[in-house]
């Protein structure tokens, strides 16, 4: 594909200028850029580029709306294993729907098969950005770290579990006064409790600098895992450098499996430590001897930032805020190419006075205006159709939002629940202790004295019969006491864990709400979208059609110097004002 520096307008590659302005049509270096994607996205420019994907800006056509898209890139596109990652991401990301959680608007599959998803356009960079810079200050390292830890574990409540957790797949955003309002991307590789596993035992997939131990032994990590490489975030954060250093992949994979923690006032001065403490809990070699959950994390993180910078964003889908599609039509190529056929009338009739052109530009004319006639109509149908999608959209975003808002009260209260529960464990095991010391101590005076045969009827009074018996009964009573308190202890602790068990059943309904949700919504969009696909392919040919015509039209015309001023006039209406549809050249 070709475009035209001057005016953007597209042609096929056999075109070698633009009849607008005449100007010689440059190739597109990623041929991309330009396009329209799924019948709705106007591919716009390349943003950035990865091992399994490219990000485009693009414009959603029918309602002008910015939006980034990931394309999966083209060589990896035969990897059903990676083609069914790259819908995860999409699938998790859309329902966990969360502030500090990139917005996933849309996803499926282009003409060519390659999927792609539509996101959120952010403003501001990621966070591997920020830490190249050098040690963070503390309260801007909880502070950002509140957040992520506020995204995780509305991702945990939901069960999706991000397993690549690192700077490069969080993205730090600027939001009102300057805020900054970190959000996770890339749940490529996350493994939602109710999808089928892509790994198998012997994978590993992850970045070995934020791997949890127990990640390299088993597929079956859970939450920790992601908590154990916030540790590391953290750590680097505010040190400026990893915990452990290796040269290889291995390297790192033992080191945290074997090394010892470091401490961050290691390597810098003046670290909180109630934030050292944490970040060496999250970093524990032991998943249960990390905090409880993302809840815990983040109250712990709220503690030692600045207020303004953790307060919650509000929750759009609770009636605060809406979507509304456009209220008109932006400008695109229809209303240029409104303006351009009233020039190619006014060419005609200053070319061809007497009032005879030649037939075949007539035709061309006449096919123009009958061509943008049914623009207009698919456009208008296109349009009507976006706006019911949207609604739809909206009504799924607003359940997704009340399940997150119903799941985070609830999330807060199974996390204190948890404490609760690990710390009456903690503190009833010394009474549990002392029940089995006493209970061994009895047992192992009945055997003496069933050695001794103080247990048959004595011929005479032995002093060791007396003293066993006497030790025995000591340990008897001892047994009986600690027993007591000891029962006490196990049903004050099944308490604790039943409330647990009440409360995970009531996020499990939660869950099983969500899911219901999002299938209503797949299979209701299922049958607008392949409309929009289809009006947006017409719609394409409608547009390559009428550049065709447009050269063809202008070709014989523009040696005439008599029409100089309207040539002049095309091409200040092809270049000026709005860009053409969609399309911007590269940055």
């Not at 805020?179 to 109710?194: E, Q, T, V, W």
């Not at 009573?477 to 602790?493: C, F, I, P, Q």
């Amino acid at each position: 594909m070709r475009v035209c520096p001057q005016c953007q307008l597209k042609y096929s590659d056999e075109e070698p200028r633009c009849f607008v302005d005449g100007a010689v049509l440059e190739e597109l270096a990623d041929p991309r850029i330009g396009t329209l994607l799924a019948g709705r996205y106007q591919l716009e420019a390349k943003l950035g580029e990865g091992g399994m994907a490219i990000v485009y800006r693009a414009r959603q056509q029918l309602v002008d709306r910015p939006v980034a898209i990931k394309v999966m890139s083209s060589h990896l596109v035969r990897d059903a294993a990676l083609k069914e990652r790259f819908r995860r991401e999409a699938k998790n990301a859309a329902a966990i729907a969360h502030p500090n959680i990139v917005e996933i608007s849309d996803y499926g599959e282009a003409e060519d098969g390659t999927p792609y998803l539509v996101m959120e356009l952010l403003e501001g960079s990621s966070l591997d950005a920020l830490v190249e810079r050098g040690p963070m200050p503390a309260p801007q390292v909880a502070a950002i770290g509140a957040q992520i830890a506020r995204g995780l574990a509305r991702a945990h409540d939901f069960q999706v579990i991000h397993r690549d957790l690192k700077p490069e797949n969080v993205f730090v955003a600027r939001g009102p006064k300057g805020r900054m309002i970190p959000k996770i991307l890339d749940f490529g590789i996350a493994r939602s409790l109710h999808d089928q596993r892509l790994t198998s035992a012997g994978q590993i997939f992850g970045t070995p600098q934020y791997m949890a131990p127990e990640r390299v032994t088993s597929i079956d990590a859970g939450p920790a895992a992601d908590l154990y490489a916030l540790g590391v975030m953290l750590f680097e954060m505010v040190t400026g450098q990893l915990p452990f250093q290796s040269q290889d992949v291995t390297g790192f994979l033992i080191a945290h499996m074997q090394q010892p923690i470091p401490k961050p006032s290691d390597y810098v001065a003046n670290v909180p430590r109630r934030l050292e403490e944490l970040i060496v809990r999250l970093m524990a070699k032991k998943p249960e001897e990390r905090p409880v959950d993302a809840h815990t994390v983040e109250r712990e993180l709220l503690a030692l930032a600045p207020p303004e910078e953790v307060a919650e964003l509000p929750v759009s889908g609770l009636g605060t805020t809406q979507r509304h599609a456009a209220p008109t039509l932006p400008p695109t190529t229809l209303e240029r190419w409104a303006s351009r056929a009233v020039v190619f009338e006014e060419m005609l009739r200053r070319a061809f006075p007497q009032g005879n052109p030649p037939e075949l530009s007539l035709s061309m004319l006449n096919e123009i205006r009958q061509t943008l006639v049914r623009t207009n109509e698919h456009r208008s149908r296109g349009l009507g159709e976006q706006r019911k999608l949207e609604q739809m959209e909206q009504q799924a975003r607003d359940g997704r939002q009340r399940l997150g808002h119903a799941m985070s009260t609830l999330g807060q209260d199974l996390s204190q629940a948890r404490s609760a529960a690990r710390n009456a464990e903690i503190e009833v095991k010394p009474y549990l202790e002392a029940a089995q010391h006493a209970e061994r101590a009895y047992r192992e005076g009945h055997r003496k004295m069933m050695s001794l045969g103080v247990m048959q009827e004595a011929n005479a009074p032995q002093p060791t019969h007396v003293s066993a018996l006497r030790e025995t009964a000591d340990a008897l009573d001892r047994w009986l006491l600690s027993h007591g308190t000891s029962e006490k202890a196990r049903a004050w602790v099944a308490s604790k864990a039943n409330e647990v068990r009440d409360l995970e059943f009531q996020t499990e309904a939660l869950r099983a709400q969500l899911e219901k949700l999002e299938t209503q919504f797949e299979n209701d969009r299922s049958q607008v979208e392949a409309y929009l696909r289809q009006n947006g392919r017409e719609l394409e040919a409608l547009d390559k059609r009428l550049t065709e015509l447009g050269s063809g039209f202008v070709l014989p015309l523009r040696p005439r110097p008599e029409l100089r001023d309207l040539f002049a006039r095309l091409e200040q209406e092809g270049s000026g004002g709005t860009p053409h549809a969609g399309l911007q050249r590269p940055s």
